[in-house]
């Protein structure tokens, strides 16, 4: 997997504020491996946007998978992802907790994923096991639009 605009410049979809070859790319080609819950919720954000549902269930503590597939992760239509917006994010030992929103558009309405993810640490690597969820907290309306379009939400997605 390549960033599909080859530009090293493009930001990474995870909003880390780095570019996708020295962010996320590297853990999606398996050269390294997350090292904290972050990361690696970051990596799985951008593995959503980029259909990537193989790095998902691998990443996926198999405990916790409850027969889930790539397949039926792949099953559409899929939303436009936009955005990841990281609001906490811990690590003690071999447990981590991440709470985010993802935002995506289905059919031209915004919506978010917001979750509190739990992780596990197991032979090295980070894994996903459960998150609980909450309804989105959408932005005030002269703050920035989550989708990256640097517009006032009350000027762009609301």
């Known amino acids: ?35 904290s819950p972050e990361q690696l919720m970051r990596s799985r954000f951008c593995a959503f946007y980029f259909g990537l549902f193989d790095y998902l ?15 039926l992760l792949s099953e559409g239509p899929q939303p436009n992802w936009l955005s990841l ?8 030992d071999l447990q981590g907790k991440v709470t985010f929103q993802a ?3 289905d059919k031209n309405k915004l919506d978010a994923i917001h979750e509190s993810s739990d992780f596990i640490k197991e032979n090295d690597s980070w894994y996903y096991t459960e998150g ?5 907290v959408y932005p005030k309306r002269n703050e920035l639009c989550v989708c990256g ?10």
């Open 1 to 35: 997997m390549t960033n599909p605009n080859n530009d090293p410049a493009t930001e990474c979809p995870c909003c880390s504020g780095t570019n996708y070859q020295n962010c996320c790319e590297p853990l999606h080609l398996k050269k390294v491996i997350a090292s």
């Open 149 to 158: 379009s640097k517009k006032k939400f009350k000027q762009c997605c609301l």
């Open 132 to 136: 609980v969820q909450y309804s989105p």
């Open 85 to 92: 917006e990281v609001i906490s994010s811990s690590k003690l």
């Open 103 to 105: 935002w995506f558009k």
């Open 57 to 71: 269930i691998e990443t996926h503590h198999k405990q916790y998978l409850g027969g889930l597939t790539s397949e």
